[in-house]
């Protein structure tokens, strides 16, 4: 029974590790505007927009 059980868990292990995954979705920062409506990123993001037409910080690709 032990073994029976064992199996399962293991054929429970693979297919769960196999399933197909979905891929994440991006996490912007909202971009600081100034007095003007010019938008801003911090150090280490540059704007960029997304594909709603959205003007977003993008992390910096190093």
């Not at 032990?2 to 196999?18: G, N």
């Not at 971009?31 to 960029?48: N, R």
């Amino acid at each position: 029974m032990k073994l029976k059980f064992a199996a399962i868990c293991a054929t429970a292990v693979v297919l769960t590790a196999c399933s197909q995954q979905e891929e994440p979705t991006p996490v912007y920062i909202q971009p600081d505007y100034d007095k003007y409506g010019t938008p801003s990123c911090s150090a280490g993001y540059e704007l960029a927009t997304t594909e709603a037409g959205q003007t977003v910080c993008n992390p910096v690709a190093q």
